[in-house]
């Protein structure tokens, strides 16, 4: 019996993606969200790790000027 994953890509490969993209904390989450909704009443499809919404460029806190 052939076994076939309901969702592309598979959940293993999500999983190390999302690990890639998102690291530890956030990446497990992802993952665990996936399996849970591995179930036969959930059709499945195209389903791929979200993308990680950060900016190219780092925000800067700027410090008050001071004006003495």
């Known amino acids: 019996m052939a076994s076939h994953c309901r969702f592309y890509p598979s959940c293993s490969h999500y999983a190390l993606e999302a690990l890639q993209t998102h690291g530890a904390l956030r990446g497990t989450a992802l993952t665990l969200w ?8 959930n059709k499945g499809g195209y389903d791929p790790v979200p993308t990680c919404g ?3 460029t780092k925000l800067q806190l700027s410090r008050p000027s001071q004006h003495d």
């Open 34 to 41: 996936r399996l849970l909704r591995c179930h036969p009443f």
């Open 54 to 56: 950060c900016s190219s």
